[in-house]
């Protein structure tokens, strides 16, 4: 279990390192010049661009960078920002555009030009080009742009956000609640002496461990569409995550003294009790049912060990401008994250017939990496939250 934990956190810097790279790389493409655009003809006066922004927002910030070097080489174009945070008869006029276009739920920033709608900006090389083609300056996207129907338009500078599900999915699965429990469920299921049931009995937990988290997780997501985002949300979740992050170093330096985002020392025999039910029921459907309602009771007991990471993802999710499936498609793809490390602990206790408890030094290093987590998401959200949003 110790070398889990040492794999897991050398794991954890390469990830996070590729992570933060291509995030760096979109913030550094908004300080670089829109290049040279021919000016619009002057034969008829055109619309104004209307934006629809929001205080608060990081692409509404990004979109008006972009926006405002394009109006120095367009004197003809005539751009009107609407702020759907101070102004009602915005708010209903970007609900009514959203409709039309057949793209719900509204987000921000949406250009309207000539009754063609655009939702979202990323960067200058990509949305940008879309927003130019979209003004008619005969300007495709780029070609390496792949417009996948669940995860929405990927490019090589788009990447950012798989990747970050998946880290964060990842290191999510690795807290010290959710791994104390399977391993203990583990090292009672050894003594059957039979893989067979051993997997299935294991894999039963996992699954269900991963439908009732990822329907947590839709919980929090459906709260930040309807709260929506802004400065105030920002600073709160970034508090959380301070605060979680710095009682799980806490945990790491100080084991066993003073607060803790634990499962509970009382809760404990519960837990004893149904994993030594899994483990004694005489025929497998017995088992099965039992532990799958084991799985449930063990999500609800540790929500306090795992509501950080998830509320700060979901949060982040509704940012991006994604439909309704792709919001869902992520959830997923984050869940295959977060029960990676526990398929790979189950494969190797079944090939092995073997399994190993938590010691006290792996729960530590596990506390250190998920602390580290929480208190880099926070800063993040403080300083650079155009890097995760």
Same mark, same amino acid.
């Given at each position: 279990m110790q070398q889990i934990a040492k794999w897991m956190l050398g794991i954890f810097t390469v990830l996070m390192a590729l992570w933060v790279w291509p995030a760096a790389a979109q913030v550094a493409n908004l300080a670089r010049p829109a290049p040279p655009q021919p000016l619009a003809s002057a034969?008829?006066?055109?619309?104004?661009?209307?934006?629809?922004?929001?205080?608060?927002?990081?692409?509404?910030?990004?979109?008006?960078?972009?926006l405002a070097q394009l109006a120095l080489t367009r004197p003809g174009l005539r751009i009107v920002y609407r702020h759907i945070d101070e102004d009602?008869? +915005?708010?209903?006029?970007?609900?009514?555009?959203?409709?039309?276009?057949?793209? /719900?739920?509204? *987000?921000?920033?949406t250009f309207v030009w000539r009754s063609q709608v655009m939702i979202g900006f990323d960067d200058a090389d990509h949305a940008g080009s879309q927003l130019l083609a979209l003004l008619g300056s005969g300007t495709s996207a780029p070609d390496d742009v792949l417009e996948n129907s669940l995860f929405g338009p990927l490019s090589a500078k788009s990447m950012g956000l798989p990747l970050f599900t998946l880290v964060l999915g990842l290191?999510?699965?690795?807290?010290?609640c959710a791994m104390w429990v399977l391993l203990f469920l583990l090292s009672?299921?050894?003594?059957?002496?039979?893989?067979?049931r051993m997997a299935l009995v294991a894999g039963?937990?996992?699954?269900?461990?991963?439908?009732?988290?990822? +329907?947590?997780?839709?919980?929090?997501?459906?709260?930040?569409?309807?709260?929506? /985002?802004?400065? *105030?949300?920002?600073w709160l979740l970034a508090t959380v995550a301070l605060l979680i992050g710095s009682l799980n170093i806490k945990d790491f330096v100080a084991w066993g003294k003073g607060p803790s985002l634990a499962i509970a020392p009382a809760a404990k025999p519960g837990l004893y009790q149904r994993?030594?039910?899994?483990?004694?029921?005489?025929a497998l459907p017995g088992s099965l049912l039992a532990v799958a309602a084991l799985a449930v009771v063990v999500n609800f007991v540790e929500l306090l060990c795992t509501a950080g990471i998830p509320a700060i993802y979901t949060a982040v999710l509704t940012q991006q401008q994604l439909s309704t499936a792709a919001h869902y498609a992520y959830l997923?793809?984050?869940?295959?994250?977060y029960i990676a490390d526990d398929a790979v602990m189950v494969a190797t206790a079944v090939i092995a017939l073997g399994s190993q408890r938590l010691t006290e030094q792996a729960g530590r290093s596990l506390k250190l990496i998920s602390g580290v987590v929480m208190l880099l998401l926070g800063l993040l959200l403080l300083l650079r939250p155009q890097w995760v949003m």
């Open positions: 034969a008829a006066a055109p619309p104004p661009l209307e934006v629809f922004v929001r205080h608060g927002c990081p692409h509404c910030a990004a979109a008006e960078v972009f009602e008869r +915005a708010r209903q006029d970007l609900i009514s555009h959203t409709q039309k276009a057949g793209v /719900w739920p509204p *987000g921000v920033p290191l999510d699965g690795i807290n010290p009672l299921l050894v003594h059957l002496n039979d893989r067979r039963t937990f996992v699954l269900v461990s991963a439908a009732v988290y990822f +329907a947590f997780m839709a919980a929090w997501l459906n709260v930040f569409l309807v709260l929506g /985002w802004s400065d *105030g949300m920002r994993m030594r039910r899994v483990v004694q029921a005489p997923g793809l984050y869940i295959l994250g």
